[in-house]
């Protein structure tokens, strides 16, 4: 076997991409990366890239964020690995836990942690069935979830997802049922107003539970904007229309703030942005700022209180990871939340968020953008062949894809998402990033159309 002389090939030999269009990366390479500083990365060949997709949401603080490396470095030298289970756990894991319920909207609740967001998904779930057949109705067991959604890649988390991909490896498993995706510019009807979109979607939630048996579902789960569909903010009132629908059938109603948590939205939750309060929440990414790879189920009052009702009858509650409440994780977590909510991050969000709406409103002026949408910092712009229409442009290689090769040969990650190019940048962002961030775009959109 003869090993392959560039990093690129070497790339490519060894390791297996996932989430990537093969035949594009194929003809251009992989970008292979050695550090970062402030929201850019460097490659090996020292090229440098403004990075407007914060990695992969969740490098919020940017890339060379000393403070962060120094906590985990400290809780490194200081106590470097424990679990959260047999009735032990480090003191960094009570203090994140203390600190979540200090920050989350619940009167009082309980933390659970996972390795990531599509764990704290599945954990999510098997606490509702669990809890759910703990008080004697074990056929709670289907999840309400909306097409487009993006919950994860585990079994259980990939069927929650409402992405077609997941096909291909059999999934949804049964009893996983999707809702319409409330995007009303592309879902809404000839004729249909936005609130009577809203509207319909309310009576669509009514009438499947109705259809399927309030007694056979264990909860709802959203994202308050749906954020690797393509940054959907939901249609005006719809939380406000849909949480009285679920109230009504006591779904329990639990909000994937894997995205949107910690100041994305410019508040600390995306349910504070649209106001609703969920009766759980999950959360990952931003948690850490994107230094630990944890993830984290926070319950409200009413949840904590049934589980450990149920757990309290078997005496154990059988689930975990070997790393969950790691005390590294735990310490970063803690610092990246003081940092991102105290060191001025999500102020920042606040403060620039009306520039980002404006240079985007400036870029959709482009006969092939059909709209723009977002709120804080998550935004997206849609390709389309026929602004009119709203016609998507067709082929293998979408029209994203080529405007995002474009931005990566100009210096700018952005990513494409169907149709859309998504932006996303570390909170640590300047005014001047920000300007470079529209001038790479407006160029690359210039190249493409
Ligand atoms: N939920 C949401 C809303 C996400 O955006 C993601 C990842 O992008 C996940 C869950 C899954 O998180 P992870 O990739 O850490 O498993």
Partial sequence: MTTPQSWEARADEYSLYGFTDLPSVHKRGAVVLTHGEGP????????????????????????????????????????PGYHAFFGRMSDQ?????????????????????????????????KMLWFMHASEGNPQKRKILTRWNAYHGVTAVSASMTGKPYNEVFGLPLPGFIHLTCPHYWRYGEEGETEEQFTARLARELDETIEREGADTIAGFFAEPVQGAGGVIPPSAGYFQAIMPV??????????DEVITGFGRTGNTWGSQTY?????????????????????????????????????????????????????????????????????????????????????????????????????GFMWALEAVRDKATKTPFEGHLSVSERIANTCTDMGLICRP???????????ILTPAQMDEMFEKLDKALGKVF
């Avoid at 790879?293 to 990871?321: K, N, S, W, Y």
Wanted: proline share 6%.
């Fill in 40 to 79: 850019y990365i460097v490659d090996v060949n020292g090229n440098r890239y403004l990075d407007a997709n914060s990695g992969l949401w969740n490098m919020v603080a940017g890339f060379d964020h000393k403070g962060l490396a120094e906590a985990a470095k400290a809780q490194y030298d200081r106590f």
């Fill in 93 to 125: 894991t009570v203090m994140l836990s203390e600190k979540l319920i200090e920050v989350s909207p619940f009167a009082r609740g309980k933390v659970f942690y996972t390795n990531s967001g599509s764990e704290a998904n599945d954990t999510m779930v």
């Fill in 246 to 255: 679920l109230k009504k059938h006591g779904i329990p109603m639990i909000a």
């Fill in 275 to 375: 106001e609703f309060e969920p009766d759980a929440i999950i959360s990952s990414k931003n948690l850490t700022a994107g230094l630990f790879p944890m993830g984290a189920v926070i319950l409200g009052p009413e949840l904590t209180d049934r589980l450990q009702a149920a757990i309290d009858r078997i005496e154990e509650f059988p689930h975990g990871f070997t790393a969950s409440g790691h005390p590294v994780g735990c310490a970063v977590a803690l610092k990246a939340i003081d940092v991102v909510m105290n060191e001025g991050l999500a102020q920042n969000v606040i403060d620039l968020a009306p520039r980002f709406e404006e240079g985007l409103r400036q870029l959709a002026r482009n006969p092939n953008i059909g709209e723009y949408r977002g709120v």
């Fill in 417 to 427: 998402l169907g149709q859309s190019i998504v932006l996303c940048p570390p909170f």
